[in-house]
């Protein structure tokens, strides 16, 4: 499930070198934090592996320093950002999972409203 061209061409490893700009919120040797460019909520951040890694179904417990940080830091980013009253953090992974750019990220997503319901019920 890698996209063409790999790390050198993907947007994301792009954004964590610096060579796009971004609304850097955190970074580390590990992990990149910045605002998403079409916020769906009040409150959107998307989290990344500074190591490229196309999408969930590739990680392995050789990523789980970034895997864990990623997740640790959601509920510090999420309030230093506004989302005080809860947050949704959502990975979509691969085709079905409506995965957009094939490098790992998590979104985070919060504002002072309720979001709204994860996926429509089928009655």
């Known amino acids: 499930m ?15 070198r610096g060579e796009i700009a971004a609304r850097k919120v955190y ?33 392995g417990m050789e990523q789980q320093r970034a895997l864990g940080k990623m997740l640790a830091l959601a509920g510090e980013l999420a309030r230093r950002e506004g989302a005080t009253d809860g947050f949704r953090v959502i990975v979509n992974t691969g085709r079905v999972g409506h995965q957009e750019v094939y490098h790992l990220h998590l979104h985070i997503l919060g504002g002072p409203e309720p979001l709204g319901p994860m996926l429509l019920r089928k009655k």
């Open 27 to 59: 970074e580390d040797e590990d992990v990149f934090a910045f605002h998403d460019i079409r916020p769906q909520a009040p409150v959107h951040l998307l989290v990344i592996p500074k190591q490229h890694l196309p999408s969930l179904y590739e990680a």
């Open 2 to 16: 890698s996209g063409a061209g790999g790390a050198a061409a993907c947007v994301f490893c792009r954004i964590a």
